[in-house]
């Protein structure tokens, strides 16, 4: 156990802290700024300063506030800065440009017609999408991170993808080779794309302060971040998390990708519900999945019965998760998005049944709200951590 | 997002890092405390001053060194400092006296003949053996908290139980009744049996050094703490690390106490281990499980098609807690450190086949290191946890 902070270290992280507050939160004056944070006027007025120097802030005029009089100052995020956000999905690579105060400033993604983009393969292409970006932006713009999600395990802290059974990489250091592309002198942060996308809905989503939440993502495979305590819960080496990985039927459940059989992800992914529906080999995708939770909706007989038995599993791997983590909410996204607005009074009830009366009572169940592009703001959310950490980039001792 | 410390703070914080250090590590230099917490020696002196002044800490020379030579002095806890720990089981009531340092000066326990104890029984019994070591504690002994653990959902941070099934009690105020009678100026902190039992293994048994362990305690049902990031994984309410009732024979599983069915309790515990035994009703108890374990152990064949049985469940569950929190570690306690250590190769081997490769790797199979006193040890570090929070007593403003 060290010591607490030093003078220096609380001052950084009363500098991150402010930004912080701007980038999720938006402008403000600065006494909002020393009321939210517990600080005289004083210390704000520094530390506004500082990042004012630094060209992380501006104070201004804020835009038309419709009320007669002198308006004050309002301290916002400096347009200039950004970060780049990539997300390595199975068949599609995105790249984004994200501003610091969350906004999507240039977003470009490939398509590719099959599964399993090897690593050097989309560290290319999103170099070329970022040098694109990067091209088209104002001169005076500053990357100030980058940061990629890729579906898989990744080890923590090195940021090392052990496994990626969906694509098939193994023990691949993307993220040095993505940063070694691009050459901008940053490092390229990596994470799991489900930690990614439970770190946006918790900064700027559907679990928008909330301290324990839990997100299921449903793609190919069905992944999960939690946050517990306020902060990703990663586990010994990172790999914590793993929901599609919670065995709901394990015995004689479907066989796994993973090699067990019964997990989630085997019972309640996207396989599982287009086999049961029938349409499989023909059809695969988010649109496939839609497209049954739109027919069983209609009435379509074999697709009611495929979305029922799904929703079955998928409801008892959510009540195994409340009863372990007793969480605020659990946000479904992805395809499970779909599945869970086409059977939510199936799911809530069941959960009802099969969940302690506790931990449920106070659980609420919301669809992700970013969409599409809730794993892209989670990696751009992982780029501005590290901006947050030590704004004025200073080492410590 | 409040600001950093202030340095008030940052001095508390010391303060308790300091004597976390003594307590969990034991007496050291004052250079040793320099190196452990990354401070240089002129502020370790000043914190030692302060805590000596306040009773805390003592500096001595060192027990014999078996070194020639003058020895350094060593910072030590004082030894007239103490907790109460108490310990709510469903047939009996335990309470200590636990010096600052961890040792336990003095205990007494009460066993029922049934079931079921009421709270105000309970509190009546802790409080009569808490006067009697009070009573038998040297004159200038102090008493700096006290720490209680029960069998239930125990709401965080007031300490409200909810639940606890095995003994009938719903949302009783114990903590506040037994701080009430025990007449002491001291609240009673409450948590989980299972929460308590992680703290201790994490503080000073098996888990020690760990920031990410699991802890399954056996009993007659099956409660678990998680440690997350070096933290009690409490949840939105205080009721997270529920592990008994992950659901892992969710269809056509047994039924359990809370109301579902499939539960991990309901497949592993001692009911169903006892009952496939063909044991019930005649036994019960951390006996009647060691006996079944014993004949499985000599070849008895009912006992070890029950152990077989049992095993192979929380082997199923065991697989997605690697999974869903990549664990450096996970300690079986209670009952479940017998029927861990009866069937551990088949446990493990399940295991390796039903988890993810990556989040097994390092993950290590224990077994408690405090025995039958863990759920009492973590009562004592929940308590000393408070007097390291603020060493001197000084409220924040």
Not at 321 to 349: E, H, K, M
Not at 359 to 374: P, Q
């Amino acid at each position: 156990m060290r010591a607490g902070p030093s003078q220096e270290e609380v001052r950084r992280l009363n500098l991150g802290t402010l930004l912080r507050h701007l980038h999720t939160g938006g402008p403000v004056s600065r006494a909002v700024l020393a009321d939210r944070m517990g600080l005289n006027r004083s210390t704000i007025l520094a530390l506004v300063s500082e990042l004012t120097a630094a060209g992380l802030v501006r104070e201004e005029l804020p835009r038309d506030t419709g009320r007669a009089g002198r308006p004050s100052l309002v301290v916002r995020p400096d347009p200039r800065i950004y970060v780049l956000a990539f997300d390595v999905g199975v068949d599609q690579v995105a790249a984004a440009r994200v501003g610091l105060g969350g906004a999507v400033l240039d977003r470009r993604e490939t398509t590719y017609p099959r599964i399993g983009i090897r690593p050097e393969e989309a560290a290319a292409v999103l170099t070329g999408h970022a040098k694109e970006m990067t091209a088209a932006a104002p001169a005076d713009a500053v990357c100030a991170g980058a940061g990629a999600a890729v579906r898989g395990m990744v080890r923590h802290p090195d940021g090392l993808v052990r496994s990626a059974p969906n694509t098939g990489w193994t023990d691949e250091d993307f993220g040095r080779d993505l940063a070694g592309r691009l050459g901008l002198g940053l490092p390229v942060l990596l994470d799991n794309e489900s930690n990614l996308g439970a770190l946006a809905e918790h900064v700027r989503g559907a679990g928008q302060g909330l301290e324990d939440l839990i997100y299921l993502h449903g793609d190919i495979g069905i992944g999960g971040g939690v946050i517990a305590g306020g902060r990703l819960l990663r586990g010994h080496n990172g790999y914590g998390g793993e929901v599609g990985h919670l065995l709901v039927n394990p015995r004689g459940g479907r066989p796994c990708g993973c090699g067990s059989r019964g997990c989630l992800e085997a019972e309640a992914g996207q396989g599982a519900l287009l086999e049961a529906a029938g349409r499989v080999p023909d059809t695969t995708g988010r649109q496939a999945v839609r497209s049954v939770v739109e027919a069983a909706d209609r009435g379509d007989v074999a697709a009611r019965a495929a979305l029922h038995t799904v929703a079955e599993w998928l409801a008892v791997g959510v009540s195994s998760l409340v009863n372990l983590y007793n969480p605020a909410a659990v946000v479904f996204g992805g395809t499970l998005r779909d599945i869970y607005l086409g059977a939510a009074a199936q799911i809530r009830s069941l959960i009802n049944t099969r969940t302690l009366a506790a931990s449920r009572e106070e659980v609420r169940f919301r669809v992700c709200r970013l969409g599409d592009d809730t794993v892209l703001a989670g990696a751009a959310e992982l780029a501005f951590g590290r901006l947050f950490a030590d704004p004025l980039g200073h080492r410590g001792p």
